[in-house]
């Protein structure tokens, strides 16, 4: 997109950044509240293993049938880049000023060198406001952090929302910056500081520095292609695979759910496909799916999503699964928590195909996410309302891997009601 059709964009996406950083700033996690159910063992990210995001990969065997995983990257449209808040080149860390006592410590504890820690809490740098302390890192340390560093003082970031790029950073589901950005546009000295400003979250690396980036912009066209590398994101590609030792029958009932209307919609297409040659007998799981999931998925939320309201996020997008149409108004964390305490029974495993998987808090009333099971390790989910998180498949360890990371919780799987 080249900069004169941006300026002809300029009101309307001015409008819309607008409302997506309210909301943003407003919603923060997607929380809901839950009637309280029992515990079990919290979960954390080191229980799940790592993956290789490359290649292709089978799923286990059950009633799902045969189904053969392909990882790929994909990136947002421009059509949604022109929706990204671009930060101020400046950095600001943002505590709570009842946290400012135990900053030293915290910044000494992450082995910050002495002269990098007396400019962080210089009184005349430090800004006051709403109850928070700003600090000001200057550029040259803040690139020359190591990731131990990182890890440490973005960790203790991460907890407060205000830090945004801390508590919602890039990740790079690869073995190095390097492989991320393969066949993407993003110039070297862009990669460079990447590469010297990435730390580890589990075995993905994360990047949170976006500001630092600002001061190496030349024109709106870097701006455009570090924001549309910036949004990458990982998903898979699923297809059922059927041959002669398929059971259909079983097939057809667990995509069904056992529910009569879905099963007419469906098993025509896989009695069709199992009479093929052996080679044709494969059918994407894109076609398995309801109509809402089906039409999403591998997609992005577009303006009409954020014209009239908050766009959709994660329980928005768990509870419409077995939807028909829309209803806008569980966009409201109020109203999604009802329908999750109204509409669904709490489950334990094995899932079946469309239960909600709630990621709950150690007091078991508070989901921070919610996912929808599909088969295996599977699941259908969108990780945050920003616009530039699309609807992906993923392997449910991945999407523990970064929900877990700040603190103990588990999961609970929910059923609608009356279900078959």
């Known amino acids: 997109m080249c900069g004169a059709q941006l300026r002809c964009y300029a009101r309307e996406l001015l409008i819309l950044a607008a409302a997506f950083f309210l909301v943003h700033q407003t919603f923060g996690l997607d929380s809901v509240g839950l009637e309280q159910t029992p515990v079990p063992a919290p979960v954390s990210a080191s229980d799940t293993p790592p993956s290789n995001h490359t290649g292709s990969f089978y799923a286990k065997p059950g009633p799902w049938g045969k189904l053969k995983c392909s990882n790929v990257v994909i990136d947002p449209p421009d059509s949604s880049i022109g929706l990204v808040v671009m930060p101020d080149k400046k950095t600001v860390w943002v505590f709570p000023e009842s946290e400012a006592p135990r900053l030293p410590e915290l910044f000494e504890q992450a082995g910050l060198p002495p002269s990098f820690r007396a400019s962080l809490l210089d009184p005349t740098n430090i800004k006051r406001e709403d109850g928070n302390i700003l600090l000001y890192p200057p550029l040259l340390d803040l690139i020359d952090m190591t990731p131990d560093m990182r890890v440490v003082v973005y960790r203790e970031l991460a907890r407060h929302p205000a830090n945004s790029w801390h508590s919602d950073p ?28 990435a730390y580890p979250i589990g075995p993905s690396l994360a990047f949170s520095d976006l500001p630092i980036l600002m001061n190496y912009v030349d024109n709106e066209d870097e701006i455009l292609v570090i924001a549309k590398s910036m949004s990458r994101t990982h998903t898979l590609l699923v297809r059922l695979e059927l041959d002669e030792e398929t059971d259909l029958e079983t097939v057809i009932k667990y995509w069904s759910g056992g529910n009569h209307s879905t099963r007419t919609d469906i098993e025509p297409l896989l009695r069709s496909i199992a009479e093929l040659p052996q080679e044709l007998r494969n059918l994407d799981i894109v076609h398995l799916l309801p109509p809402i999931p089906r039409s999403l998925l591998y997609t992005y939320p577009g303006v009409e999503f954020v014209r009239y309201g908050p766009p959709p996020d994660c329980h928005w997008s768990s509870l419409h699964f077995f939807r028909f149409a829309p209803e806008p108004q569980l966009t409201n964390e109020r109203m999604a928590g009802m329908y999750f305490r109204d509409r669904y029974d709490s489950v334990d495993p094995p899932y079946r195909f469309g239960d909600i998987l709630a990621f ?47 603190g103990p919780a588990h999961i609970q799987g929910l059923r609608v009601k009356h279900s078959p």
């Open 360 to 406: 709950m808090r150690s007091d078991g009333t508070t989901a921070f996410h919610s996912c929808v099971y599909i088969a295996d390790d599977l699941v259908f989910t969108k990780n945050g309302s920003h616009l530039l998180r699309p609807w992906v498949i993923l392997r449910l360890e991945d999407v523990k891997r970064g929900y877990f990371l700040s």
């Open 170 to 197: 890039m990740i790079m589901d690869a073995e190095s910056v390097d492989q991320w950005f393969r066949g993407s546009a993003v110039s070297e000295k862009f990669i460079s500081l990447i590469r010297q400003a």
